[in-house]
């Protein structure tokens, strides 16, 4: 039986409807693309209840985003594999990649927002560097996982979708690159992995998060006061490759091999992560002066964690020529010490900087 005009004509109707319904509702959700890195995010371990010794990077970006059909309901996303790595291993000229695809992508008018999953040994580093160098207002966030996707409780998929949730909210525009774990926000700057293993690991302990992520839904308690993204003076199109900046570790009887090693290895700058309020031990000192002299720029930081490094406060440091890292982490001072050095040789314009982002 041939099927009646009618009902053909009132089935394509109420597809029609139904198509423009689909359309509106996804017109109205923000587009978010989600770049993928690797990490624990990407893991899997051999059982349900493998929580370390798992491998990591090793689940690729759509089964990311298919694991979360909630994410289709709340943006339209598109996903990306930049490279799938542990991010102990990330390298410079990854940085680069990954920084530059972000600009690449936000200067379409198309994208609201980009997540990036990410391995949460090395995440701070890649928000901080990214912090400095995306020229764009959008939210960029950053996400990874303590548990691999195989776990009992994995937290990987809910910081997901907090995450895409977050990067398609227009109240997260503008505050500099965020870092969305564990039902929490915090500014790239300030944040940092303080637990090996737990799901609570990302902390900004004294300066504090600016907000948290509750019930899918962003919420902001404060803004963070240092230049980020489009208000930096780091510019990516000029950059090829970022030059050698090391980390040397002070500790009780601590000599001056590591210094010695780090500048005969070509390094350009140098970051001194000292004791207390960045002390400068007596068998080190010689070797940052005498590496001062070479044209190697010091910044003297601090292994504790936490408060300013004064200038001129536990070394001489007009004298020295040397800079402060503020309260710069030595692993995130290494990143501004790397593109003030695309920028400037001066320990002064240097120093400013420090104060500045
Ligand atoms: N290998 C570590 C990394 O990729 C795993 C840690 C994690 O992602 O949570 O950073």
């Not at 059982?47 to 491998?55: I, L, P, Q």
């Not at 504790?304 to 440091?317: F, K, P």
């Amino acid at each position: 039986m041939l099927f009646p005009r009618s009902a053909h004509a009132a089935l394509c109707g109420v597809l029609f409807l139904f198509a423009a319904a689909v359309q509106a509702q996804t017109a109205k959700l923000p587009n978010v693309t989600i770049l993928a890195t690797g990490g624990t995010i990407a893991g899997t371990g051999a059982s349900s209840t493998t929580t370390v010794g798992y491998t990591a990077a090793t689940v690729g970006v759509q089964s990311l985003i298919a694991a979360v059909p909630e994410i289709t309901k709340v943006a339209n996303v598109t996903g990306e594999q930049v490279f799938q790595i542990a991010s102990e291993n990330i390298s410079d000229a990854q940085w680069l990649q990954l920084a530059n695809r972000v600009n690449v992508l936000l200067a379409q008018s198309s994208v609201d927002g980009i997540v990036i999953t990410h391995g949460t040994d090395t995440l701070e580093e890649t928000a901080y560097f990214l912090n400095l160098v995306v020229k764009s207002k959008k939210p960029v966030v950053v996400v990874g996982s303590m548990r691999p996707s195989t776990a009992l409780s994995a937290d990987g998929p809910i910081n997901l979708y907090n995450a895409v949730r977050l990067a398609g909210t227009p109240e997260a525009a503008g505050r500099g690159v965020l870092v969305a774990m564990n039902d929490q926000i915090h500014a790239a700057r300030d944040v940092t992995k303080a637990n090996t293993t737990t799901a609570d690991t990302f902390r900004t302990t004294e300066l504090g998060m600016i907000g948290y992520i509750q019930g899918g839904k962003p919420f902001f308690y404060r803004d963070v006061t240092r230049k980020h993204t489009v208000d930096t003076e780091f510019d990516l199109a000029k950059l090829d490759a970022l030059p050698q900046v090391d980390v040397a570790y002070a500790y009780a009887n601590v000599g001056d091999v590591a210094v010695n090693a780090l500048v005969a290895a070509g390094a350009k700058g140098l970051v001194h992560a000292g004791v207390g309020n960045g002390s400068l031990p007596a068998k080190t000192k010689p070797a940052l002066v005498a590496a001062r002299a070479k044209g190697v720029i010091v910044v003297r930081a601090s292994r504790v964690g936490q408060g300013i490094v004064a200038r001129n406060g536990e070394a001489n440091d007009d004298q020295l020529d040397f800079v402060v890292a503020d309260t710069l982490s030595p692993q995130k001072a290494r990143i501004l010490l790397m593109l003030a050095l695309t920028k400037t040789t001066s320990t002064k314009e240097i120093q400013r900087m420090f104060y500045t982002y």
